[in-house]
């Protein structure tokens, strides 16, 4: 029903002043970069991620709410990317979305008949006001909110939270949709009403025939809805499989943190202690190679290690260090910034005369924890010509790879890196 190929949606940030006058390109925001996938004809396919991942922005792209920088998205044998908002808005019809505050989605000044069967209007469906008025009806008891003639000269602040969302669902199928885009549909609810909501889907999707997009941070959710679950990481799909594939047997380190987060009632104190360290990185300037690797605990040799990992991990053993010996250690340096430097092989400078003091220090580094993933990374470290330079492995970016049911992006199942990734097991 719907084939996405190498989607891209990029932001491009405003430059100042001195870029525009001396021509460089703003930096962008790569918030979905080359995904891949299908969808077919009544399947739920979920998206899950932490903030930040692009799920919503994929989403909306879908829908043709944000315009595509590249890539591709037929709707059966329709190109969507590069439609005008005149070709574009007869397919709406057919591809509708339920937004994550239903609280927001609806007009406050609107009645909620109003509300719901402003679509027919805006698309000009049925003969006459009253023709529209009972489409309107047949939506609102779709959905649970009977007797229609109750909720239609209702306001939104008038219902309770999951009438809202309702109300909400109503909107979105009244065009007889094909596919159905849910933004986190119930995170915003509360607890007692988010199974029923989840439950009026499932009955909706059966009955209607509808295919869902289901985007959420819930995998709990996700495992009960979905029947194919697409892990997204900084604008990436590194996992892709059914539900049942990827929460028995995941493959992707991501994957198996998020599945380790998932709280469990009366196991505080099973909490595992080796989820991901850090944050997500910056989606401006997205780690090179796979954008999990300075998170990921079996990070080897090729996943793109960089200078900015090193400054990391120099970070690292400061914060550790008492006071005076990290005011020494940080004085070798003339400038930290040198460790921004993009490439495969860093020119570190050294405060003056202090090179074979800095080359010793890294030296020391890695004699204290030779375990540290980031030393798998690096091919030398030398003096040269009064600087100190490192140089890094090839950074090699991740492809889809079939592994048994699922597709997962992750050097580790390469079998172009089995001999490095068996060493780093050992």
Known sequence: MLTVKGLQVHYQLRGGALSRV????????????????????????????????????????????V????????????????????????????????????HASLNPSMDIGTAVGD???????????EDRRRLVKQALETVGLAPAERYMSMYPSDLSG?????????????????????DEPVS??????????LQLMIDLGERLDLTYVYITHDLATAKLFCDRVAIMYLGRIVEIGTSEEIFNNPRHPYTKALLRAIPTPGLIRDVPHDLPRGEVPDAVRPPVGCSFHPRCPAAFAPCGWEARDLRSTLEDRWARLDASAYK?????????????????SVRIRPAAGRAGELLALLERMRSDAPDERLWRGITAVREDAGAVVVDFREQVDPVPLAVGTARVECHLFDPRFAPLSEEASR
């Open 328 to 344: 020494e250690e940080s004085a070798l340096f003339a400038d930290l910034k040198d460790l921004d430097a993009p490439g495969r």
């Open 162 to 182: 999951g009438q809202k969302q309702r109300a909400v669902i109503a909107r979105a199928i009244v065009l007889e949709p094909d596919l159905l885009v849910a």
């Open 119 to 129: 679509p027919l209007r805006v698309h000009d469906i049925g003969s006459s006001d």
């Open 67 to 102: 315009p595509a920088t590249g890539g591709s998205i037929r709707y059966q044998d329709q190109e969507l990317v590069g439609l005008s908002e005149g070709r574009l808005r007869p397919l709406r019809r057919k591809l509708q979305m339920v937004f994550q505050d239903p």
């Open 188 to 197: 915003m609810l509360d607890m007692s009403v988010r199974a029923k909501i």
């Open 22 to 65: 001396l021509g460089r390109t703003p930096p962008a925001v790569k918030a979905v970069d080359g995904i891949d996938l299908t969808l077919r004809r009544g399947e739920v396919l979920g998206l899950v991620g932490e903030s930040g991942s692009g799920k919503t922005t994929l989403g909306r792209a879908l829908l043709g709410l």
